[in-house]
């Protein structure tokens, strides 16, 4: 097996690989070689159900808060018939 060097890496860089793979309960080298395989298309990559993917996106709702939002909102479900002539 090849070693590699990576020199001048960005300090936020590797902060970021530090906190991942802490995280992830990996060793840095390890983590490193797991995204470089799945970069360059050597390993599947993770797979998220649709709703973690858009999740950050649209964000999730607290029963409280649909509650809110049925008491605010319901008078839109009521139709007037003078709003038709």
Known sequence: MKSIT????DSR???L???RAKEEGLSMNKLIKRLLAQA???S???RQNKK????DLLGS???EDFEEFEK???DLRTIDPQDWI
């Open 6 to 9: 990576i020199h001048n890496l």
């Open 13 to 15: 860089l590797a902060a």
């Open 17 to 19: 690989i530090e906190r």
């Open 40 to 42: 360059l298309g050597l």
């Open 44 to 46: 599947p990559q993770p």
């Open 52 to 55: 973690e993917q858009f999740e």
């Open 61 to 63: 709702w607290s029963q």
């Open 72 to 74: 605010n909102t319901k």
